[in-house]
T-cell receptor
Framework: SQQGEEDPQALSIQEGENATMNCSYK?????LQWYRQNSGRGLVHLIL?????REKHSGRLRVTLDTSKKSSSLLITASRAADTASYFC????????????FGAGTRLAVHP | DVKVTQSSRYLVKRTGEKVFLECVQD?????MFWYRQDPGLGLRLIYF???????EKGDIPEGYSVSREKKERFSLILESASTNQTSMYLC???????????FGQGTRLTVV
């Protein structure tokens, strides 16, 4: 079973607009991570937010975490065509072994 | 520079063959993972290993086995390849549950 579920499944915007993707998860977590995948390639880590953090920034990326709602959001500001990719959230369980479980991802298309 | 290397980028195998997918990391990471990625399903965890010779089943272990005889190498084995195992296979590694994962470039396996 997948721990994280992204929403929306697909997003299409114009360059310069902001893109927001959401992730919901089911169980208690140690941290939540966001990854990016360009077509047909491996994933690249973007940002990690710990369960005791509420917001984190990295360049044009802003991630929020609401553990009471078991949800997170990734905001990409001032999108560029080069941001076109799939974005995945991944969660690490707070207990047990070191599983890292991914959601189905959001496909983002940024049009020039 | 961190590196996770998968032995093949593309692979074509026949039904019933025994298939080995190799993954090597050079970062002395404890955790290693094997995922398969299919359109619309995101990344699904097949197996992970948290130490040498230690392994745990993921969400879809049926038809697969793994081997981790050395810390840097994690092998995925398809005991008898079937057409429904045609997929993109991704290997990842990380230090522990508090850190991000690094991915290989992926192996696109076709079983005919």
């Amino acid at each position: 079973s997948q721990q994280g579920e992204e929403d929306p499944q697909a997003l299409s915007i114009q360059e310069g607009e902001n893109a927001t993707m959401n992730c919901s998860y089911k169980t208690s977590i140690n941290n939540l991570q966001w990854y990016r995948q360009n077509s047909g390639r491996g994933l690249v880590h973007l940002i990690l937010i710990r369960s005791n953090e509420r917001e984190k920034h990295s360049g044009r990326l802003r991630v929020t975490l609401d553990t009471s709602k078991k949800s997170s959001s990734l905001l990409i500001t001032a999108s560029r065509a080069a941001d076109t990719a799939s974005y995945f959230c991944a969660t690490g369980y707070s207990g047990g072994y070191n599983k890292l479980i991914f959601g189905a991802g959001t496909r983002l298309a940024v049009h020039p | 520079d961190v590196k996770v290397t998968q032995s093949s980028r593309y692979l074509v195998k026949r039904t019933g063959e025994k298939v080995f997918l190799e993954c090597v990391q050079d970062m002395d990471h404890e955790n290693m993972f094997w995922y398969r990625q299919d359109p619309g399903l995101g990344l699904r965890l097949i197996y992970f290993s948290y130490d040498v010779k230690m392994k745990e089943k993921g969400d879809i272990p049926e038809g697969y086995s793994v081997s981790r005889e050395k810390k840097e190498r994690f092998s995925l084995i398809l005991e008898s390849a079937s057409t429904n195992q045609t997929s993109m296979y991704l290997c990842a590694s990380r230090t522990d549950r508090r850190t991000e994962a690094f991915f290989g470039q992926g192996t696109r396996l076709t079983v005919v």
